[in-house]
């Protein structure tokens, strides 16, 4: 048993791209343990497997399974360490909306294909650049990514968190099904829910077949997200990458600003054009040095709310802007749609066609017609 335990270890670790070195600083124990486990030498205790199953994803039956099962991809959603009761009941909300989008899918035909999976060599670079070629982009701002991730295969819901939660999002595969689907939590700003979205994508396209993916809000921090498994600092680099492409971000400050170290005022003018939050631009324009580390430590001190809306008369972050959503909305907006669920629009869509055609075969089962608006 233990040489069998030790080998899915070493396989699951080399599926990672992890040596035993860089597995064993990770996991916070010496890399001769490691290689001690891996060698059927030592039997690891009961908690030590299940931090290490919970750094790889994994149900801790899988070292103990012969033969894979599929485990539920709901059950290991809701074991995770980040999910707390409060949180596991809006999940629960999460997993019916799953549900219904699938039988809506059912009663009108229209099954979304997946997009592509990309190889686990390529870097977070070339994957944003190969994947905006793909969509026929350009280098122009996406003015709506939670579309485009519906348009892609991948299903979205937003919906609000509790305040202390440690979800930012989260990305689930229904292999069975072949269906994808995100839930990014409606309770962040707007632009951070672009860049969440995004992030989200960036597992969908690579890390689809790794099993479910819980976002903790530290893996947005450049402090923080070292400390989580290196999935998260893929996506963090293809999300800034997709969402704010360096040729375009270089063409606006050369050719209109013609400035290599740049205000807090044109941050602002440029978080704006690119729909994302003031804290993801600013780490884009300092690794590409238009912003010093000096000046990023002072404007992530200032409020970006409030000179935002001197400048330009509103706040495209918290009243609708950016990523899909008009600026200028009425304020206090953004309070009334963190207290609900956001279905998208594709989901509603369907609602509606799936609600035509039960007026004409009234023979739906239950199950499908609780999922129906009135048709009109």
């Not at 485009?148 to 979205?156: D, F, H, P, Q, T």
């Given at each position: ?7 899915k270890?070493r396989?699951?670790?080399e599926a990672?791209?992890h ?5 064993s ?21 009961f908690?030590?497997l299940?931090k ?8 801790i039956?899988y ?51 997946l ?8 870097t977070?670079?070339?994957?944003a650049?190969?994947?905006?070629r793909?969509?026929?982009?350009g ?23 509790p305040e202390d ?11 069975h ?11 962040q ?8 979205a995004?992030h ?8 689809r ?18 400390l989580y ?5 893929f996506?963090?680099?293809?999300a ?19 400035s ?7 941050v602002?003018?440029?978080?704006r054009y690119?729909g ?7 780490r ?7 912003v010093?580390r000096a ?13 935002e ?11 609708g802007?950016?990523a899909g959503?008009?600026a ?7 309070t009334k ?8 629009d594709?989901f ?10 039960i ?5 739906l ?6 999922t129906l608006?009135?048709?009109?």
């Amino acid at each position: 048993m233990e040489k069998f335990i030790g080998t899915k270890l070493r396989k699951a670790r080399e599926a990672l791209g992890h040596s035993q070195a860089s597995f064993s600083r990770v996991l916070g124990i010496s890399s001769e343990y490691i290689s001690l486990l891996e060698s059927g030498k030592r039997t690891p205790s009961f908690p030590m497997l299940q931090k290490i199953a919970s750094f790889l994803n994994r149900d801790i039956a899988y070292f103990f399974q012969e033969k894979p099962v599929p485990p539920d991809t709901f059950t290991l959603l809701f074991r995770a360490e980040a999910v707390d009761d409060r949180a596991r009941d809006e999940l629960q909300k999460f997993r019916r909306y799953c549900d219904d989008y699938l039988r809506l899918e059912t009663v009108t035909g229209r099954h979304l294909e997946l997009g592509p999976l990309y190889a686990p060599s390529i870097t977070p670079d070339r994957m944003a650049v190969e994947e905006r070629r793909r969509l026929g982009l350009g280098e122009e701002p996406i003015r709506d990514i939670f579309a485009l991730l519906e348009a892609n295969g991948c299903r979205v819901l937003r919906l609000p968190m509790p305040e202390d939660s440690k979800v930012s999002g989260v990305f689930i595969y229904l292999e069975h099904k072949e269906a994808a689907f995100t839930l990014v939590n409606s309770g962040q700003s707007l632009g951070r829910q672009a860049f969440s979205a995004a992030h989200e994508y960036c597992h969908y396209l690579k890390d689809r077949n790794e099993g479910p993916v819980i976002d903790n809000p530290d893996v947005f921090i450049d402090e923080y997200v070292e400390l989580y498994h290196p999935r998260e600092q893929f996506a963090q680099m293809f999300a800034a990458r997709f969402l704010m492409p360096p040729s375009k971000v270089r063409e606006i400050i050369e050719k209109d600003f013609r400035s290599q170290r740049l205000t807090f005022d044109q941050v602002l003018y440029l978080k704006r054009y690119f729909g994302v939050s003031t804290p993801a631009m600013l780490r884009t324009l300092r690794n590409m040095g238009y912003v010093s580390r000096a000046q990023f430590g002072e404007y992530v001190k200032l409020d970006p709310d409030k000179r935002e809306k001197e400048i330009f008369g509103n706040v495209a972050d918290s009243n609708g802007g950016g990523a899909g959503l008009v600026a200028g909305k009425v304020e206090g907006l953004l309070t009334k749609i963190k207290k609900r669920a956001i279905p998208s629009d594709r989901f509603k869509l369907l609602q509606v066609e799936a609600a035509r055609k039960i007026t004409r075969d009234k023979k739906l089962p239950k199950a499908i017609q609780k999922t129906l608006p009135t048709a009109e």
